[in-house]
């Protein structure tokens, strides 16, 4: 890929793959680099934004990814991994509420994910503990009910 990078800088797709090829070898700020050029080669690319949005949560740059995840969205709004993606990042920005919509929403496309399940239950609990805090215990129980339904350990919540 970079031999043909080399020829044709201004290849997409070399850029697209060595930019995945780059974060799956954990070299995220390289990563972060290759996908930012496919980004701007092609805008239109919901998997390039959300590649890129991946490589720049994994380097910290939390803000920046969830602008990526809702580019991709922006491009395909059915995009499962997208929206998982942003909930995650929504989780680590602090934006609870955010986060827990769009779990639920893919949670909804797939019922039976247990990973998704679980990262939903953590939302919860999370959020749950905020209520409390601000004295909303009946509003914190009914989110700790659900996370525990979630993680099939509880009646479901009526």
């Known amino acids: 890929m970079r031999q043909r990078l080399e020829r044709q800088p201004d290849d997409f797709e070399a850029q697209l793959n060595l930019g995945a090829l780059l974060l799956s070898r954990l070299n995220a700020q390289e990563a972060v680099a290759m996908l930012e050029s496919a980004v701007r080669l092609n805008p239109a ?16 740059r939390t803000r920046e990814a ?11 709004p059915d995009y499962s991994s997208a929206r998982f993606n942003l909930a995650n990042a929504l989780v680590k920005g602090g934006q609870l509420e955010e986060a827990i919509a769009d779990f639920r929403r893919v949670l909804a ?3 039976a994910n ?3 399940r679980e990262r939903l239950a953590d939302a919860l609990d999370t959020r749950a503990r905020v209520l409390e805090m601000d004295g909303k215990r009946g509003d914190a129980a009914a989110l700790r009910a659900e996370a525990q339904t979630l993680r099939g350990n509880g009646q479901a919540p009526r």
Do not use: F, S
């Not at 690319?45 to 910290?60: E, I, K, S, T």
């Not at 990526?68 to 395909?76: C, N, T």
């Open 45 to 60: 690319r919901p998997d390039a934004h959300n590649m890129l949005g991946l490589a720049l949560a994994r380097v910290g």
């Open 66 to 76: 969830i602008e990526q995840y809702a580019a991709a969205l922006g491009e395909r």
């Open 109 to 111: 496309e797939d019922p």
């Open 114 to 116: 247990t990973l998704l």
